[in-house]
């Protein structure tokens, strides 16, 4: 195995003369040195997809955990490390992009000490702090477990549940006010997308990609690092998927019915073909897909449909952050090569880190989970085997 | 809401001559030139419009701020005067304020290393807090832009429009665009557009997060207590059908 991963490897050692060429230009002669940003488009690339979505993608985390921790749904349990490692590394590769993004990194902080009870910012950047946090805390029987830290190991499995508690909450928050950040410009987005139900829409969507996003996971990371998941996982996350999908769905035509929207997502312009693809060929048909047990019974099959799903809500994200501003506000902005790049950039050091992860942590398999206290789980093993 | 004093621009009155302009950005250490549309060096800017008028462009200073409410570190702040005023050294450049305002004011420096968020203060640090009128108003040559106390300047942009109907638009912009402004205009009547924004909200906009925000403290208990709620349940029922299954095996 570890032949083959070394061109990989090569490469990304090769990476970063560029990103260094990047931040140099970006830390001394500023973000128009690097990025499109004007001030008709103050959010760009990073904004919609390191930040927007990238905070979608590490759903996966509180889903999961909620399922198995909080619901007791213990067949998904397999699934629990991954997803808890993919939010942690998600959100710092969040972190790490709104560092390259704001303007003044070095006043990251101050939301924590400048309290703004009337800015939807304000709150975001503390579920972003604290959530972190949290995960950071469900990240550790990993490294307890490799240190073989016999303690560790049991104190974290008591403290879990309220982890996952104090986790599931700051999600609910974080996922749904990415949508409330929205609410304040009702002039400027255009009204497939705005809506003053957009939380309820970003946190449905998100649960829905949450599942999604660990679902391939499962899938992919099955085949990548030889480790294989009982089919049942999938299966069941395909139906949970579809379930949350069209009841996401369905909240979002009935809100686009109330307020007379409707007609504008058959018109055949620009905003109704994005809309489309987004809800339609990118949401509706993978969740219509993965209602059917026949369809769900093949792994390879169920896999693709739930990448098509995170396509779909990716491209949510992106469509609020840069297609309905756009058309919105009349502003023009295609992104520089540069911020492409970094985006990429951060996105490939979020996969190297997961690798290393799996490679030097007992992420799938070996132990028992980040959540059931051994001294509980143990007995019950014994049982099973007399 | 906080709205003490504010700008009366009458458009029938300026000459176009960009007096404001200049002493502006004398004021704010920019280099004179002539502003051709409001960015980082160009805190107001008056423009022809078609038929005969100009226009002044400039921070409205709502009376409830948009970019004041959204900013996460109250970067941005409105005195008591009703002057809209920022503070550099605690803004992170997140730019939600260029996002959110109404009005599409502040500007910023894309090509600075130490980027700040730039717009009209009201002239606050130099005047308007020492009792003094801003540069613009006190050089103007023809009373196209004065400074007062708003409800005043409100009764005298009233009071031109119901003189001369026929010569004024029967609206005080900024009267009530996002829920009243400390700035305001009154217009001539002339088929071509102001090149002021319009389809503004007539109503505040803080309120449409304020509305999601003042549901977190509720919100979060709730949820809390409910999620403990459904572990200490689905515990009990997966222990329960655990002493059953126990049971059944003997």
Redesign the interface.
């Known amino acids: 195995m570890a032949r083959g991963r070394k061109p990989f490897l090569l490469v990304l050692a090769a990476i970063p003369a560029l990103p260094a060429y990047i931040l140099f230009m970006r830390f001394v002669h500023g973000l128009g040195a690097v990025t499109n940003l004007t001030d008709d488009m103050p959010w760009g690339l990073w904004k919609a997809f390191n930040v927007f979505s990238g905070v979608a993608l590490a759903s996966g985390g509180f889903t999961i955990t909620a399922a198995v921790v909080i619901f007791h749904l213990e067949k998904f349990r397999p699934v629990v490390r991954p997803a808890v490692l993919t939010a942690f590394i998600g959100y710092m590769m969040v972190i790490l992009s709104l560092v390259v993004d704001v303007g003044r990194p070095w006043n990251l902080w101050r939301p924590l000490f400048y309290w703004n009870e009337r800015s939807v910012l304000w709150e975001v950047g503390l579920c972003v702090i604290f959530y972190t946090t949290v995960l950071f805390l469900e990240f550790l029987p990993l490294v307890w477990e490799k240190l073989g830290f016999r303690g560790g190991i049991r104190f974290w499995g008591w403290l879990t549940p309220v982890f996952v508690i104090a986790g599931v909450t700051l999600s609910f928050l974080h996922q749904s006010s990415l949508g409330s950040v929205y609410l304040i410009v009702p002039g400027k987005l255009h009204p497939l997308w705005y809506s003053p139900a957009l939380p309820l829409f970003f946190f449905l969507s998100s649960v829905a990609l949450g599942l999604a996003v660990t679902s391939c996971g499962a899938h992919y990371s099955s085949r990548a690092f030889g480790k294989s998941f009982e089919p049942l996982i999938t299966e069941s996350l395909g139906r949970a998927t579809a379930v949350v999908m069209i009841i996401y769905l369905a909240a979002r035509t009935l809100d686009l019915g109330m307020r007379g929207n409707l007609d504008k997502a058959f018109r055949m312009d620009t905003a109704s073909l994005f809309f489309q693809a987004e809800t339609a060929l990118l949401g509706l048909l993978p969740a219509a897909l993965l209602l059917f047990p026949a369809f769900r019974r093949d792994p390879g099959r169920v896999a693709g449909a739930q990448a098509t799903v995170v396509l779909g809500i990716v491209l949510n994200r992106m469509n609020v952050t840069l297609t309905a501003f756009q058309l919105g506000t009349g502003a023009r902005y295609i992104p520089h090569v540069f911020e492409v790049a970094v985006s990429l950039i951060i996105l490939c050091a979020g996969s190297a880190l997961f690798y290393l992860a799996v490679k030097h942590l007992p992420v799938f398999g070996a132990g028992e989970s980040i959540s059931s206290p051994p001294a509980h789980k143990a007995p019950e093993k014994v049982r099973m085997g007399t | 809401m906080t709205m003490g004093c504010g700008l009366l621009f009458d458009q029938t009155l300026c000459l176009g001559c960009g007096a404001c302009e200049l002493a502006c950005q004398k004021e704010h250490g920019q280099p004179p030139h002539k502003a051709v549309k409001l960015?980082a060096d160009s805190f107001t800017f008056v423009g022809r419009v078609e038929g005969g008028y100009f226009q002044r462009h400039l921070c409205m200073h709502c009376g409830d701020p948009?970019c004041a409410?959204?900013?996460?570190?109250?970067?941005l702040r409105i005195t008591k005067e009703g002057a809209v005023v920022y503070d550099?050294s605690?803004?992170?450049?997140?730019?939600?304020c260029?996002?959110?305002c109404?009005f599409?004011i502040?500007?910023?420096?894309?090509?600075?290393?130490?980027?700040r968020v730039r717009k009209c203060d009201l002239c606050y640090e130099g005047r308007v807090s020492k009792g003094e009128e801003p540069a613009c108003a006190s050089v103007c040559p023809n009373g196209a832009t004065v400074f007062g106390e708003r409800a005043e300047l409100l009764r005298i942009a009233k009071g031109r429009i119901q003189r001369e109907p026929e010569k004024y638009i029967d609206e005080v912009y900024g009267e009530y665009q996002a829920g009243g402004t400390s700035v305001m205009m009154i217009l001539g009547k002339t088929t071509a557009a102001s090149g002021l924004r319009e389809?503004?909200?007539l109503d505040a906009?803080?309120p449409?997060?304020?509305r999601?925000?003042r549901k977190?403290p509720v919100?979060?208990p709730v949820?809390?207590l409910m999620?403990?709620g459904?572990?200490f349940l689905?515990?009990r029922?997966?222990d329960i059908a655990k002493e059953e299954e126990?049971e059944k095996n003997g």
């Open positions: 960015d948009a409410s959204v900013c996460p570190v109250s970067a550099a605690i803004c992170l450049g997140c730019r939600y260029v996002m959110a109404p599409l502040p500007k910023y420096e894309w090509n600075s290393p130490f980027p389809g503004v909200l906009l803080p449409l997060t304020g999601m925000l977190i919100a979060v949820v809390g999620l403990a459904f572990y689905t515990k029922k997966n126990e």
